[in-house]
């Protein structure tokens, strides 16, 4: 198996199904997600989906991993946040420009994937259990006994 490799390939059609409104029916564009991360995604997309109902527009963008952890890209009623990523020396920093009219309801939404992302940094992407985020090559989250059973795979 290749190490750099975690994906469920019918994780995202299965959401899909679960969850029509949050979808619409169809995977997002160039998204995948890790198998230990579906049980912490569906529980995000079902707090989303009770949240924006039928009254909201809400479509997932991208859903992937970078830098190690979990990134969740939308947009609800045509309103989406500009997200950036820099690699730094002593880590990342993620930059965000939220639209000009921000609601109460992207300000929710917002802070509900904010949490979600952060969460995936504790969880073993290959397993669901609680993980470490590897920050030597690949940067991955590995629980202990994924990390030391193979060290050098990941280094």
């Known amino acids: 198996m290749d190490e750099t490799n975690d994906q469920e390939p019918d994780a995202l059609a299965q959401l899909a199904h679960e969850f029509p409104r ?90 509900r994937v904010a949490r979600a992302e952060a969460e995936s940094a504790l969880i073993c992407e290959r397993c669901g259990a609680p993980g470490v985020l590897q920050r030597s090559g690949w940067w991955k989250v590995r629980c202990a006994p994924a990390w030391t059973a193979a060290p050098t795979r990941w280094a």
């Not at 564009?29 to 995000?44: K, N, Q, T």
């Open 22 to 111: 949050v979808f619409k029916g169809v995977q997002p564009s160039g998204s995948y997600l890790s198998r230990g991360w579906v049980a912490l995604v569906r529980e995000l997309v079902r707090e989303i989906d009770a949240l924006v109902g039928d009254e909201h527009d809400f479509r997932i963008l991208q859903l992937k991993e970078k830098f190690g952890t979990l990134r969740f890209y939308f947009q609800v009623d045509g309103r989406k946040t500009i997200n950036a990523d820099l690699f730094l020396p002593d880590g990342t920093k993620r930059i965000q420009i939220p639209p000009h009219d921000v609601d109460e309801l992207f300000v929710k939404l917002r802070e």
